[in-house]
C-alpha cells in the first residue's frame, strides 16, 4: 500500500464536499537541503489544481515529496492529468529506499503508461495543504 503522510486529513475535506478529480499540476518547487555533515538532499513539491466535481470549487493541494532523485520534466506548457500521479513501490522488487516510490504522470489509457511530462524516484510523500484556488 502506497502511504502519503496526511493525505486521508486533506481528502477527506474535499470528499466532504462532494466527488472530486484532478485538473493540472499548476506548480513546481525543487529545493535542495543539506544536513550538518553536508549531505545533499532534495525535496519537489507540486502544487496540483483539483475541482469538486458537481460545484467546480477549485483547490490547490501541495504534496511534497523527500529524497528525490533522477527528475525528469519534459518540456511542457501545461502539465493536465487525468488523476493523480502513478506511484510504484519499489519495495518488493529491493530498491534502495532512497528511490521506494517511483512517481510519474499518466496518459489516461490505462496500463499506467504516461506523457513522460513528469518522473522521478522518492522514499516518503506527505500531503502539506490543501487551500480554495
Known sequence: MIVIKNYETITDKLNAL???TFKEIVGIEYTMDTDFED???ASLTLSFHV???ETNQRFKMKI???NVSDLSVRKITNLYLTRSLIVHDKKELGWDTIQ???VHDDSGYGGNDGYNFIEFYCSFMEAIS???F
Open 51 to 53: 475541482s469538486v466535481i
Open 100 to 102: 521506494r516510490y517511483h
Open 39 to 41: 549531505n545533499y538532499t
Open 18 to 20: 462532494g466527488s472530486w
Open 130 to 132: 490543501l487551500e480554495e
Open 64 to 66: 511534497r515529496y523527500f
